[in-house]
């Protein structure tokens, strides 16, 4: 048969479709990039706030109707969503032929030809026009026990991504308790894969082309932990960096509590290894950090950071925050302004407080009204953007190095790229002139010039 996936959300998620990609194929499956063209259409779903929901119901509705044209086509929903309201989805979407939560990536490939569960005979069609969120008195539809799953070096997989870089999940599963968060619930208990596993994936990896690696879990400076390998990091990353092919290492989602010395002294060292930290910090107000349950104060992230800069000089600094928690007063919001004028981060993406059913903080009035959240969120984005625009007018002049990953969506003649602090989709990007694109190919890295600054992307002419 041939197969069509659209995977939704986060990298972690990404690879799990990979994997299914992967198993398809291996069961002699045929993978197309066309949901039109497809015998059965995969629908990777996210669940981590609502706008992830809805894009995600959207898409399952998109490719119902698909269904309904052609009724011999199969329907298939994996990922948080499915795992987080199984029997929601089987009611108010018949359409669906079959569910695998985020621990059954495996099954995919009996849900593909029919063998995995169907849905319950007789239930009647319903159009769906609201959010699948169900009210705090009925059960969410997801599974009792926690996933287990990992992949490993040897699960087959199909990369969805530009041929020169590859997200590696290095750890699955979160063991905190964050007050806004749903994750530990739909992803299971933080579990580590091994060294040797994620060393053999790299390699194959490299061998197929891949000359970026980005390493990925939920908390990823936790890695080891679990198995009570402490320094475990530290020693895969001096691993990776002797794996042949590569040109970048790249690490995301770290945590503050668990960055520790001897990583950043890897990072420091290690020449494959971009001196990138992304730390999400969700906020700077100790009042609103301890409604989120989360670690550490203002006064600790401030020292963290000072940390980081001295043993990682130039590293690139990236965090998230959230904006609208319930009690956040303005004056939390100015803490956070000001934090942002402190610490002066290369990067900063900023969300909006989603009320969540199943997380702690589902019992706290959502007290701050939409229309103040998405304000306070834009003022600190403007903010942000101050800062940015006069560091990256400060940078004109630099030498730098940079991978490029294609044409822009601008226009076919001019090359898009990014720099090692600069990860692909979240971040940036730089734009190449003064060149030729026939001599830059996607993968390739180079040598350059900053030459221009457009507020947070860069203008590079590339030294040849």
Known sequence: ?????????????????EVMLGLAREAGHELTPHAADADVI?????????RAKQESIDAILEMAELKKASPSRRLV???????????????????????????????????????????????????FHRPLRPNGHQPLGARTELPTYI??????????????YAYVKIAEGCDYKCAFCIIPRLRGQYRSRS??????EARQLAEAGVRELILISQDTTFYGIDRSERGALARLLRELNAVEGLEWIRLLYLYPTTIDDAMLDAMAECEKVVKYID?????ASDAVLKRMRRPGTRATYERLLGRIRSRVPGATLRTTFIVGFPGETEADVEELSSFLDAIRFDHVGIFTYSHEEGTAAEAMDDDVPPRVK???????????KRIVRAAQRRRVGDRVRLVVDGVSEEHELVLRGRLAGQAPEIDPQVFLTECDPSQLLPGTFHDGEIVGARDYDLLVRPLL
Not at 5 to 14: E, V
Not at 279 to 283: A, M, N
Request: proline share 8%.
């Open 1 to 17: 048969m041939k197969i069509g996936l659209i995977s939704l959300g986060c990298p972690k998620n990404l690879v799990d479709g």
């Open 42 to 50: 995969v629908v990777n779903t996210c669940a981590f706030i609502d």
């Open 77 to 127: 929903v994996t990922g948080c969503l499915a795992e987080r309201y199984r029997d929601e989805l089987r009611e108010q979407i018949p359409e669906i032929d079959a569910l695998l939560g985020t621990g059954e990536v495996p099954e995919i490939v009996g849900a593909l030809s029919g063998d995995a569960p169907l849905l319950a005979p007789g239930v009647s069609p319903m159009v």
């Open 151 to 164: 992949y490993d070096a040897d699960t087959p997989r199909i990369l969805a991504t530009p041929r020169h």
């Open 195 to 200: 060294a040797a596993s994620i060393v053999t």
């Open 279 to 283: 730390l999400p910090l969700q906020h």
């Open 374 to 384: 998405k304000g306070r969120r834009d003022r600190l984005m403007r903010h942000q």
